[in-house]
């Protein structure tokens, strides 16, 4: 809400970068950092890393932007509540009110209490027996998956002292420009090369150092099924 009384916590956008490669993570984590670096982003007075849940995206948080504010992107902890909630109700006004429950705790930065009441779901479960394995759409499975995301990223999940901060708490303006890009690169009538990805040259260095890298990060296609790994800095 942006008027007098409530007024918008929300950080303003300046501008958006994208650096794109088929490299694995460790390159692309000093990419990442180049462009973060040329850019200025290691200056400023507040910084934030943003990412899903993925391992890989806070291996290279903590390599390179070890400064930064790391947060779990809100969309993605709403996903997997409301896969939750499906998970153990069938009625949806049941389904939609447990959803605002959890939802605002983990807006609150009470993921320790959702993360206890999916806990109480789960111990009404029948138990998972000895060699079994529940398929991906089990409430077992569904519950075990939730639990185990909050609990790896509950100390990302601060959303109320991020938000009293001025940082942002969602990706959307990252995942928009995304998918401006993908639009004009993985159009129906474009095909792919197999064209190796940019990596930095033997010069590179890291973004500690006082001189600014003397490469810049690429961008290449590769044959389906291989896709690319991106990111908005």
Known sequence: VGDDKWPAWQAETLFRTCVSSLAGSETFGQMMAAEADQRGFYKADKQAFLA????YNWTIQKCWFPTFTAIVDFVHVVEYIYTACKAIHNDVAARWQLYLVWTRACWQGRVADVIK???QWQARLDPVAEGESPPDDDPRS???STVRYLTNNAHRM???HYRRDGLPVTSSQA?????????RVKGTEKFSTTASPVRPSSNSVPPSSATTPAWKPGFALAPYPHSLQGATV
């Open 52 to 55: 899903d849940g993925l391992a």
């Open 117 to 119: 009441d999916l806990q």
């Open 142 to 144: 569904i519950l075990r």
């Open 158 to 160: 601060d959303y109320a």
């Open 175 to 183: 995942e928009s420009l995304v998918k401006q890009i993908s639009k």
